[in-house]
């Protein structure tokens, strides 16, 4: 069941309704209903999740109702409900992977973060869950990092480790520059 916690006020930026435009100038008059996926999108990549004021933002923008922005958005796993960590590791718990230690790399990753899944480190850096098939069956365990959703394959824990103090350091190497 949907919680309604979050009543920030959300304000798009012009650019952020710029495009939102043109995504809907791509579909037939009457037909902005189409836009909701792409926008949902865009709404993510600008603040990291999709909060209810968020959504109701969506349905005033494309004139829906907002119970049908919440549908869409709880109904596709790949939309954040709740703030997330910078990067998001996301490892696959099917079948395959689990067979080749999926389980297991998913609580190592739980004590190298000290965080349960759906949770975000204090420094904000790092949350990770559990999701379906990555289609990698093969090259299992895998995981894939969001935002830019990089996929890793083979994993262990060593390169857990490698994968996780990398982003450590590139955050701060880029910290350092601004």
């Given at each position: 069941?949907?919680?309604?916690?979050?009543?920030?006020?959300?304000?798009?930026?012009?650019e952020?309704?710029?495009?939102?435009?043109?995504?809907?100038?791509?579909?037939?008059?009457?037909?902005?209903?189409?836009?909701?996926?792409?926008?949902?999108?865009?709404?993510?990549?600008?603040?990291?999740?999709?909060?209810?004021?968020?959504?109701?933002?969506?349905?005033?923008?494309?004139?829906?109702?907002?119970?049908?922005?919440?549908?869409?958005?709880?109904?596709?796993?790949?939309?954040?409900?709740?703030?997330?960590?910078?990067?998001?590791?996301?490892?696959?718990?099917?079948?395959?992977?689990?067979?080749?230690?999926?389980?297991?790399?998913?609580?190592?990753?739980e004590?190298?973060?000290?965080?349960?899944?759906?949770?975000?480190?204090?420094?904000?850096?790092?949350?990770?869950?559990?999701?379906?098939?990555?289609?990698?069956?093969?090259?299992?365990?895998?995981?894939?990092?969001?935002?830019?959703?990089?996929?890793y394959?083979?994993?262990?824990?060593?390169?857990?480790?490698?994968?996780?103090?990398?982003?450590?350091?590139?955050?701060?190497?880029?910290?350092?520059?601004?």
């Amino acid at each position: 069941m949907l919680k309604i916690s979050n009543t920030e006020e959300v304000i798009f930026s012009p650019e952020l309704v710029t495009k939102f435009n043109e995504i809907v100038s791509r579909y037939p008059e009457d037909k902005q209903k189409s836009a909701l996926l792409p926008i949902l999108h865009l709404v993510q990549a600008e603040y990291g999740w999709i909060s209810t004021p968020a959504m109701d933002k969506v349905a005033e923008y494309l004139d829906l109702k907002p119970i049908e922005v919440y549908e869409v958005a709880t109904f596709y796993t790949m939309f954040f409900l709740k703030p997330q960590g910078k990067y998001v590791l996301e490892v696959c718990r099917t079948g395959p992977c689990c067979l080749v230690g999926a389980e297991k790399i998913m609580k190592y990753i739980e004590q190298k973060l000290n965080v349960k899944e759906g949770e975000v480190t204090p420094d904000g850096l790092f949350s990770w869950r559990g999701v379906e098939c990555l289609a990698a069956c093969g090259t299992g365990p895998v995981l894939q990092i969001g935002p830019e959703y990089t996929y890793y394959e083979n994993l262990t824990e060593a390169k857990v480790d490698e994968l996780i103090d990398g982003l450590r350091l590139k955050t701060a190497e880029n910290a350092q520059m601004i």
